[in-house]
């Protein structure tokens, strides 16, 4: 527990934070991975590279700081980081050396006259008790996943079934339990943890699941990243009977329920997520309207099967967008204020999902909240590191 003087630290550091924030966590994160080699399969190094993963991280660490005394509402965020940590098998016992390089980054960056003795033991006070919230809720999720039926903990070994192409861009993946036991089913939005070792290298990646699940196995989709580590070993190396180890579906971003008007938007291989989320709509009748903007027909996924669940649910309504048309493509432009406008429903009180580029979506969400629908009913995931929208 902190004591009072040690909030009224925690509060003070704040500003210091804040403007400091992610010089110390690219510190922090050198540090980390530099000491401890055994946990940097964890951590996809492009995330490290562009900065990404260190704003995430300095985000959290500002709004605990901030909200030190009314910790019950960063809800979100705890649910947020819980869900990464879980798909990608963060522990009890690496909490600690998070720890220990985070307070000795803070040391070195601000230097002796600024983190002294009392600062450090308030900060190590702080991370004790958040690291405890999360531990607790990250064991609760961990044993959740086991109990379910076809759950398991830690990694399971799936073999590829199946390699379908979808564009010129991404292919299926449909994946089946080696054991042959039940699989569990995943809500619709949620993502599988894959771990893969290539020329001796683990490396962790999240996709994901891109159908209703079957309780036999889960697909994914994948698209061929230029200069992707896993992507490209998916699309040019991996074969059918080829193994994978695959940690449980997890995940926040899943279709509330809900009879409100459905608003799916994407943008390229965001799409994934929502198609089992269509799957799961469709049977209770709610009107669902659909866009999908990809660069041209050429790399859009799944339109045909969108396609023909249109022809057979009239309530789902489809609107495909084109940035760079290469033929005679409908809506061959961006999606812009004006068209969303035109394609949303009159009815503004509707559950919106939305994924795909951040520069996309925080466009996107923009237009919406001008639009009238309300900020508390538009949901969104990242294909990375969150950021702010
Ligand atoms: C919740 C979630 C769900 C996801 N679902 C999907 C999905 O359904 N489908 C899908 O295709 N993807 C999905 N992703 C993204 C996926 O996890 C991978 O990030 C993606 O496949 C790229 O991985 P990679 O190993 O191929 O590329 P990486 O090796 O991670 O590289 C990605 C890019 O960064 C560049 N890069 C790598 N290292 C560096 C470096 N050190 N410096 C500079 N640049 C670098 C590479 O050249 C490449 O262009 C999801 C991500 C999340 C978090
Ligand atoms: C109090 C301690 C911690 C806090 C506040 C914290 C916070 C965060 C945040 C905010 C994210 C980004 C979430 C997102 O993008 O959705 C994240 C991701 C992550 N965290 Fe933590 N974390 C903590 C401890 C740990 C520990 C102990 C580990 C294990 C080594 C860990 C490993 C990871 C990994 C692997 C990711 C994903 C990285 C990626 O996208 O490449 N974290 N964490």
Redesign the pocket.
Known sequence: MLSSDQKAIITATVPLLETGGEVLTRHFYAK?LGD?PE?RP???G???ASG??AR??A???LM?ARYIDRLDTLGP?VE??V???VS?Q??PD??P???IA?LQSIREVLGAEVATDAVIDAWAAA?GQ??N??IGAEEQRYAAQAEAPGGWRGGRPFRIARIEPESEEISSFYLEPVDGLPTSIAQPGQYLGLSLTLDGVEY?R?YSISAASDGQGYRISVKHQPGGVVSRYLHTDAHEGGVLQVFAPAGEFVLQESTKPLLLIAGGVGITPLLPMVSAALPSGRPIQLIHCTRHVGVQAFGHWLEEQAAHHPQLQLYFCYSEPVAEEAYASRLDRTRLQRWLPKDRDLDAYLLGPQPFMAQVRRDLLELGVPEKQIRHE?F????DL
Do not use: D, E, S
């Open positions: 980390l401890n946990i964890l951590f996809n492009a995330h490290q990404a993963q995430a991280l985000r959290a660490v605990y965020l947020q980081i869900n990464k940590h990608l963060v522990q690496h909490y050396l998070v720890g985070l991370y958040l690291a919230l999360l962790r999240n990242f990375g590191p969150a950021t």
